[in-house]
């Protein structure tokens, strides 16, 4: 670990033992990793909407959101029970205790293969229907009549009729897809307004952080990386159409926030905004609000990103930012929870529960705790960048931050992890993510058995799926996961 590192530990663990109540309730700091691609305007809330903690009711929409999508196995949090466990979540699940950890080189992991950052493309901007390279000609404002009104007076179908193939290359991705299939009703991009409509017609408004995140999230590990620009020939046979990279993670994340298949789930679910807390430690009492338990936590990260080498989604909702982010490595180092000071080795790190006597969260405790650990683990993970036009695309054009939690972890008598307490309540919620090899398919698509591969480059999309594709779109309002899949194997190349 570095002395910055060594440093800020030592610095948070003296905040927690001088004040427990103050620094739970602290937010971790987060730090800019790789700043790269355009910056993306974080769906932040006001202040107001802050003190009502409505972020809290956010995280459950988006929850429903991801729920509905799949099957997600949704369970609150529990010591080590049915109800919370990590191998229910990762791939592969080989390590169960610390020990094996570090003999198994664990103790920090990146995934080979880095997800990419997109757009969380919010629906008072209409979604994929914003056209986003424009630049200063779209509104972009933060009421949606006022972007849906610009739309409605420069509609595609006239750019396409103007001729200018620029302008039609600066069209919407949803606008670019229904020309590419050939849907002269536009029912993609109509659907993508309809999406901001009902909240405008209801309150007047439609809120900032509404969009697809749930939907980047899991596309940008579960999709390889629309690299290039890919230009094909639209349905009409003369209409030429560039779809740049982020037109591509465009409809990827759409097609992956629709049809989202069976997911696996692990986290508790807190329906209240202020929940109770212990008014000496800070600790939240609520089993439900408590949310992943440390040990199942641990166990997810090191188990999923570093033997298993696959990303999953983890949601932060504990600081009113944007929700469902990619992992992308952790690195973990230990300290010792009865001195409150950072340490080197396992060893030094571990305090046997009936000799710590000073033991702030003991009433916590579970009743087979043998031993108790401190762990500072930073973890880096994928954010949001605003769309552009710019190919190549690669890990250099992506954002990443990176966060530090402090949390202990109980172990039995055997060093197996059982459980384990936050030194923050804003902690991840919940973890999740589809199974390896999954696809999101449509149930028009899937009727109809369709392969990427019969899109043969060149030639206009095959005329069946022109038909699937106005179907998908008008009910199931997203691509075509052969159109969308087809493209990145184009932008691969």
């Keep these: 670990m570095s002395q910055e590192l060594h440093d800020q530990i030592n610095a948070e663990l003296k905040a927690f033992h001088s004040d427990p109540a ?27 909407a802050l003190e009502r903690h409505d972020y809290v009711a956010a ?6 959101q991801a729920a509905d ?54 629906l008072y901007l209409g979604v994929l229907g914003k056209r986003y ?34 302008a039609v290359n600066r069209l919407s991705p949803s606008e670019k897809y229904d020309i590419l299939v050939g849907d002269r009703q536009f029912s993609l991009t109509k659907q993508m307004w ?17 969009g697809i995140c749930h939907g980047w999230a899991p596309a940008a590990y579960m999709l390889p990386r629309p690299v290039n620009a890919v230009t094909v020939l639209a349905a009409d046979g003369q209409t ?18 629709k049809v989202s298949p069976k997911a696996k789930f692990i986290g508790g679910r807190c ?3 202020n929940p109770q807390t212990d008014p000496k430690t800070g600790r939240i009492l609520a089993q439900n609000c408590f949310d992943t338990n440390p040990g199942t936590w641990h166990l997810a990260m090191v188990n999923q990103i570093g033997a298993s080498q696959r990303s999953m989604v983890m949601d932060a909702t504990y600081d009113y930012e944007v929700w469902n982010q990619p992992v992308l490595a952790y690195s973990y180092s230990y300290f010792n929870p009865a001195s409150g000071a950072a340490v080197n080795s396992l060893a030094e790190a571990t305090v046997r529960k009936a000799q710590f006597s000073g033991d702030k969260l003991a009433a916590y405790r579970g009743a087979q705790t043998d031993s108790i650990v401190g762990i500072a683990m930073e973890v880096e993970y994928l954010v949001e ?24 972890l109980e172990l039995d008598f055997s060093g197996k992890i059982i459980g384990g307490e936050w030194y923050q309540n804003a902690h991840p919620d919940f973890l999740w993510t589809p199974a390896q090899g999954a696809r999101a398919l449509p149930s028009w698509e899937s009727r109809n058995t369709v392969r990427p591969e019969e899109w043969e480059e060149g030639r206009p999309v095959p005329e069946m799926w022109r038909q699937i594709a106005a179907i998908t779109s008008e009910y199931s309002k997203t691509p075509m996961a052969a159109v969308t899949e087809r493209l990145i194997q184009l932008a691969g190349r």
């Excluded at 987060?30 to 107001?48: E, I, M, R, Y």
């Excluded at 099957?71 to 080989?94: G, H, I, K, M, P």
């Excluded at 309809?194 to 509404?210: D, F, K, L, N, T």
Aim: net charge negative; proline share 6%.
């Design 240 to 257: 030429r159409l560039t779809f740049f990279p982020s037109d591509i993670k465009a409809l990827a994340s759409l097609l992956w926030a």
């Design 69 to 122: 999508s799949g099957e997600l196995d949704e369970r609150a949090r529990a010591l080590f029970s049915d109800n919370d466990r990590a191998d229910r979540l990762v791939d592969t699940y080989s390590c169960t205790g610390l020990q094996s950890m570090e003999n198994n080189g664990l103790l920090q992991a990146r995934l080979p293969e880095q997800p990419w950052s997109d757009d969380y493309w919010a």
């Design 194 to 210: 309809e999406e901001g409509r009902g909240y405008y017609e209801q309150s007047g408004q439609v809120e900032i952080w509404m």
């Design 133 to 166: 390279a424009v630049g200063s000609n779209f509104p972009n404002s933060t009421d949606w009549k006022v972007n849906f009104d610009f739309i409605q007076r420069n509609p595609a179908a006239a750019v396409l009729a103007g001729g200018d193939q620029n």
């Design 59 to 64: 995280r459950d929409l988006l929850r429903k």
């Design 22 to 48: 103050a620094f739970m309730n602290q937010r971790p700091a987060k730090k800019n990793v790789s700043p790269g691609g355009s910056d993306c305007a974080a769906p932040h809330f006001d202040q107001a």
């Design 271 to 273: 329906n209240d905004t």
């Design 385 to 408: 960048t605003a769309p552009s036009q710019h190919t190549p695309d690669g890990p250099h054009r992506d954002r990443t931050e990176k966060v530090l939690y402090l949390y202990d």
